[in-house]
């Protein structure tokens, strides 16, 4: 008996040593080389930015390049013409790890199989309009029956813009639609190549160089009309690198701080301005516009509620072939961690599903 429970327990200590030599053997994951951001927009300047975001900010500023120096890390910025869609192609091809773009074109790829998760807000309520040449006899949204009309398909604007038409009973048959991108688009109507077109912040500098008119905007509108814009990571490299998915966070929220204070506004619109969009194009998207609201990080119940209302608008216009589930597709750890980090956590304003305001609460308890 006494031999028995020796060789059992030389046994087990055996294999405890084996254990131990194991882990000590297993590979540990290694933070990556580099880290490489898409950006649903063509952007410009040098080197290429673009506006309307706090990640503008940290692009221009070079943050997540300061935040990642010590590690040995680069960080890579990929902007893609062909927006939303484009990227979605690179997430797709593992070419990107963090994605930067609209409402739609991220439900899209979602509902096509991408695995991602939306880590932060970077641009909510974004404005569109649609412009005329100064000479047309188009007024209003009802007038645009029948025309030659500009959309960018498959990018966040498309689906507001099917939007705008039915609030003003018409629907997108109605219109004679042209899928081009926004350089195209404003090559066409300085061209009379087409009638109208539906666009963002980008037209205001064709209208203030005489060459546009703008007919409708949905400033001051039902908020509903407005366009939202996150930041993505690729799942795969979410599970493998947590930490570093962190400090990405982390800065874009120091940025989303920096850009939500009303003495920055002049300064941050000469940073946005870097990407080719003057000053006055920002000031006029942004105009009587809260800088807080625009740039909050907040997924709060009114971006949820957009996203949920873009699944069921893409759903009931085949722009998407099947139910996407939202809940679940949201991970707010890494910015719940940074608000708590930051002191941010009752800075900006939450808001309920219809966009207004609720009662400011701890972020992380909202979101749990």
């Known amino acids: 008996m006494r031999q028995t429970l020796s060789l059992l327990r030389r046994s087990a200590s055996a294999l405890f040593v084996l254990a131990l030599s194991a882990l ?39 943050w997540l390049e300061e935040e990642f120096k010590a590690s040995g890390i680069k960080v890579e910025w990929l902007f893609f013409k062909g927006a939303g869609p484009a990227v ?37 309520r974004n404005n569109l309009y649609v412009v005329a040449p ?22 966040n604007g498309h689906l507001v813009a099917i939007n705008v038409l039915a609030a003003n009973g018409l629907a997108e048959r109605d219109i004679k639609g042209v899928n081009l991108d926004t350089g195209s688009a404003q090559a ?23 060459l546009a008119k703008v007919i409708y905007s949905t400033q001051g509108q039902d908020p509903a009309l407005t366009r939202q814009a996150s930041l993505l990571v690729r799942s795969e490299f979410e599970e493998a690198n947590g930490a570093e998915v962190q400090r990405v966070v982390d800065v874009f929220v120091r940025a989303a701080h920096w850009s939500s204070q009303e003495q920055n506004r002049d300064a941050l619109f000469r940073i946005w ?21 625009r740039n909050s990080p907040l997924v709060d119940d009114f971006i949820v509620g957009r996203y ?50 609720r009662a400011k609460q701890s972020v992380a308890a909202n979101e749990r």
């Open 273 to 293: 301005a870097r990407s080719g969009t003057p000053v006055a194009s920002w000031a006029a998207e942004f105009d009587k516009q809260s800088l807080a609201d």
């Open 188 to 210: 066409a109507l300085v061209s009379n190549g087409v009638d109208a077109a539906f666009g963002g912040y980008e037209w205001f500098k064709v209208r203030d160089q005489g």
């Open 308 to 357: 949920k209302a873009v699944v069921a608008d893409a759903l009931k216009l085949k722009l998407i072939r099947r139910e996407v589930a939202i809940d679940g597709w949201f991970e707010t750890r890494y910015l719940q961690n940074a608000l708590k980090k930051q002191g941010l956590e009752n800075y900006w304003t939450a808001y309920d599903a219809k966009g207004q305001p």
């Open 88 to 124: 979605n192609e690179a997430l797709s091809n593992k070419q990107i790890d963090f994605a930067y773009q609209g409402d739609l074109p991220s439900i899209v790829g979602r509902s096509n199989g991408l695995k991602t998760r939306l880590l932060v807000v970077s641009g909510a």
């Open 134 to 155: 100064p000479a047309s006899d188009i007024r209003s949204v009802k007038d645009l029956k029948d025309r030659k009309v500009s959309i960018f398909r498959g990018t």
């Open 24 to 62: 000590a053997a297993a590979p540990v994951q290694a933070a990556p080389e580099v880290i490489r951001i898409g950006v649903a927009t063509a952007g410009g300047g040098e080197p290429v930015t673009w506006g309307g975001s706090p990640g503008g900010v940290v692009r221009v500023n070079h």
